[in-house]
């Protein structure tokens, strides 16, 4: 499995490098990423609104676009900030602040680890379906998954890596709110600051969100029977079929490429013809005349 997604990925690398005006796309791509995680957290908006300017939203949606709006923002920022910074809770915190900048969260500490407990699931601690490790743990618990990250003492493929610090960053859920829109973004940003990808090209939220009980399932099972290999075993479909689907996507874009220059090509030369055409009919009709 660690081998086909590791194939997978690479082709996905290779198309991001063919596929003309690939930014254009990237930037497609973090849009429908940041409405799918923002989704999978209870936003309720589709991809034409979220590319529609804020005026234009009906009042009552104005808050969750502003969600999504943010998660774009952090993407961008965080992508431009790893050319001169590492991954870490400083990145982390930075990413964040963006993302939870808007109104109703303020009381949500933005850019700040929590210092208060939360929970997963129920209406309080006595109903909760998981309770992550006490406030006082995060900022130990998070420079351990710093340190972890940048080990390079142990070998652990980058795959690898990257579904263990996921499953990490998701239980010791440092933040009050956010915790899962920036842990999936860790993954992507993970992948380009190590080389993986040259693009941040792979976002698994769509895979998650058909998937999502099977997701929490997968990451309950490390928490209570220590069952590291169920997680990394999603985790490294979700790869390989999210890297599939890009490279399917990337592909019809270089078809359509192609099709659309053999229209313009057969356009000039109907377009020739038609000039010849008209020449020799006004040197007919002057001859005529003459």
Do not use: C
């Not at 499995?1 to 690479?10: H, P, V």
């Not at 933040?175 to 993970?190: E, K, W």
């Not at 356009?267 to 038609?274: D, E, M, Q, V």
């Amino acid at each position: 499995m660690l081998e086909n997604a590791t194939k997978a990925l690479g082709e996905l690398n290779a198309f991001t490098m063919i596929v003309p005006n690939i930014d254009i796309f990237i930037q497609m791509h973090i849009t429908k990423e940041a409405n799918t995680s923002s989704k999978i957290e209870g936003t309720k908006t589709e991809i034409d609104e979220i590319l529609t300017p804020k005026e234009q939203i009906n009042p009552e949606k104005r808050d969750d676009w502003q969600e999504v709006r943010n998660y774009i923002e952090a993407m961008n920022h965080a992508i431009k900030e790893l050319e001169k910074l590492p991954i870490s809770t400083r990145l982390i915190k930075n990413i964040h602040k963006i993302l939870l900048s808007s109104v109703r969260v303020e009381a949500k500490q933005p850019g700040e680890f929590r210092q208060s407990q939360n929970w997963i699931g129920g209406s309080s601690l006595t109903t909760a379906y998981f309770i992550p490790p006490h406030y006082n743990e995060v900022n130990p618990l998070m420079n351990d998954w710093e340190m972890f990250l940048h080990n390079e003492d142990i070998f652990v493929p980058h795959l690898i890596k990257i579904a263990i610090a996921h499953y990490q960053f998701e239980t010791i859920h440092p933040f009050l709110d956010g915790n899962g829109r920036i842990g999936r973004l860790l993954i992507t940003l993970y992948l380009v600051s190590n080389g993986l990808l040259k693009k941040p090209s792979l976002y698994l939220s769509s895979f998650i969100e058909q998937n999502k009980s099977v997701y929490y399932e997968a990451l309950t099972k490390v928490r209570t029977n220590n069952d590291l290999n169920h997680w990394i075993k999603f985790f490294l479909e979700a790869v390989t079929m999210t890297a599939n689907n890009g490279v399917k996507t990337f592909e019809s874009i270089l078809s359509l490429k192609q099709e659309m220059n053999q229209l313009t090509i057969n356009f000039g030369k109907k377009n020739t013809k038609r000039q010849q055409t008209n020449g020799a009919f006004i040197s007919k009709t002057n001859y005529f005349y003459k």
